[in-house]
């Protein structure tokens, strides 16, 4: 069965950087879009960034855009998330998440059981 597990989440301080990383199993890696949300204490689980499945489309929240870079290695069927400069407002559990062959999915189909994410002021 298809297998997202999110890995490098932890407390760090204001200004920091982390890379989170979702290795994929069970699918073919190569045809589907990865996508990063997180969800806050008390709030919506909110989008963070998305990369098509070749990697040619690469999609951010405003509220992460130029701070945070997505990336993927179709050969280690692995996404990732790199977060710098990161604030206290971006503590989080984040959940990576694939669709196959939707450039920019509405819903995904398969989820990760989240990495936590806190950061410190």
């Known amino acids: 069965q298809v297998q997202l597990v999110e890995s490098g989440g932890g407390l760090v301080q204001a200004g920091d950087s982390l890379r989170l990383s979702c290795a994929a199993s069970?699918?073919?890696?190569?045809?589907?879009?990865m996508g990063w949300f997180r969800q806050a204490p008390g709030k919506e689980r909110e989008f963070v960034a998305a990369?098509?499945?070749?990697?040619?489309?690469?999609f951010y929240a405003d509220s992460v855009q130029g701070r945070f870079t997505i990336y993927r290695d179709n050969v280690k069927n692995t996404v990732y998330l790199q977060m710098n400069s990161l604030k206290p407002e971006d503590t989080a559990v984040y959940y990576c998440?694939?669709?196959?062959?939707?450039?920019?999915?509405?819903?995904?189909?398969?989820w990760g059981q989240g990495t936590q994410v806190t950061v410190s002021s």
């Open positions: 998440a694939a669709e196959r062959l939707v450039v920019r999915p509405a819903e995904y189909n398969y």
């Open positions: 069970g699918l073919t890696f190569s045809s589907y879009t």
């Open positions: 990369i098509s499945w070749t990697g040619g489309r690469i």
